[in-house]
């Protein structure tokens, strides 16, 4: 989340419970403090492709260079997320796509590396404003920086690694430089949306679909974007591999927030049913209380809903939300937008590219949803 760019109030101002106060008046329910360790969506078979990795590590040097600041408490502060480790989905993403355009000898432009930075630098700023809203106190098994420096640090942390994906895009391009641009609006657009219907019961699925559109399907989407602008695709490609990263990070944030219902604290890392506990009703959820074949369930879970739940009731809203099939009725959906994103591929890829990439590419929605643990 974009902490700056909407005027939220300070989180350390805030009460551990209750209400706060948003822009225009709007009150917005407060969320409880959260510990962040690690994430169970795993893009596992797409990062074990032959070489990827190769082009990974010039990615993750060229990250620790780029946020170099004059101010070594500013890149101290910059740094830690980077260090820390991560999936680097995003970046993958483009240099996957990368490795697929004509004349790609195995090893990627420096174009495309530096776009892959681009966007993990957003999605980082992204993290860090994030927690600040969250008040979480770990992020990938290290402190997360506001909990070390505090908020403000953690706000102005973000806003630098903001700019400096900023810079980057514009080096590559007034194309790209417009994009990521206007990718940061969607991912604000997308957390508003979210926020501004926390602990609602009547959060539609249209609501929904729009909110992970903006904050997880954008930025993925630009990721692959990128990566075929920078490889030198021609246009339908560009537009096909766009396509493609949309559907995937459909398929990834359903796939996440079906795991917030059926997986364990120890699998996710984090406290199960955290979405619920922050009033943020997800597809299972809103399946759930919309379910007319299982009625009975659908009025307790409504009755649960609509306002903090203390740590009892959360165990019990989880276990509504699995008893009517809802999680099995997201699983479809997702599985929806992964046969989109084979399509997409299938489309982007119809010069007859071929190889491990490729595959990795094209399973990669079906891989998320296969990954989900038995419910």
């Known amino acids: 989340m974009i902490v700056r760019m909407y005027g939220w109030p300070r989180v350390d101002r805030r009460p551990a419970s209750g209400w706060i106060g948003g822009a225009g008046g709007r009150r917005f329910p407060s969320?409880?403090?959260?510990?962040?360790?690690?994430a169970v969506v795993s893009p596992a078979p797409l990062l074990l492709v032959p070489g990827l990795d190769d082009d990974l590590l010039r990615v993750e040097k060229a990250m620790v260079d780029s946020v170099k600041a004059g101010d070594p408490f500013?890149?101290?502060?910059?740094s830690h997320l980077i260090t820390a480790g991560g999936k680097r989905l995003r970046p993958a993403l483009a240099v996957a796509v990368g490795r697929l355009a004509p004349g790609c000898d195995g090893s990627v432009s420096d174009d495309v590396i530096m776009g892959g930075v681009a966007v993990e630098l957003v999605h980082l700023g992204s993290l860090y404003h994030d927690d600040v809203m969250d008040e979480a106190r770990t992020r990938r098994n290290v402190e997360s920086v506001n909990a070390r420096w505090g908020n403000l640090v953690a706000i102005l942390a973000g806003d630098f690694l903001l700019a400096r994906a900023s810079e980057i895009a514009a080096s590559l391009g007034t194309e790209v430089a417009g994009l990521l641009a206007a990718t940061i609006g969607r991912l604000c657009e997308g957390q508003v949306r979210e926020l501004a219907q926390t602990f609602d019961v009547s959060r539609s699925e249209e609501s929904y679909l729009l909110s992970i559109e903006g904050k997880t399907a954008s930025l993925m989407s630009t990721a692959c974007r990128i990566g075929a602008i920078t490889a030198g695709f021609p246009r339908d490609g560009v537009d096909a591999f766009t396509a493609f990263g949309q559907q995937v990070g459909m398929v990834f944030q359903i796939v996440d927030d079906v795991l917030d219902v059926v997986a364990t604290d120890e699998e996710l890392g984090k406290p199960a049913g955290n979405d619920l506990m922050e009033g943020v009703?997800?597809?299972?959820?809103?399946r759930a209380l919309a379910s007319e074949s299982a009625s009975a369930s659908a009025d307790s879970l409504r009755k649960l809903l609509g306002n903090p739940l203390r740590p009892g009731e959360v165990a019990q809203a989880?276990?509504?939300v699995k008893a009517n099939g809802a999680v099995g009725d997201a699983i479809a959906v997702a599985r929806g937008y992964a046969a989109e994103a084979s399509r997409a591929f299938d489309s982007a890829a119809a010069a007859g590219v071929g190889g491990p990439v490729a595959a990795a590419l094209r399973s990669l929605g079906d891989d998320l949803i296969e990954n989900l643990p038995p419910n």
Do not use: D, N, S
């Open 318 to 320: 989880r276990a509504l």
């Open 74 to 78: 500013l890149t101290e502060v910059a």
């Open 281 to 286: 009703y997800t597809l299972p959820v809103i």
């Open 31 to 38: 969320r409880p403090v959260v510990a962040y360790r690690r």
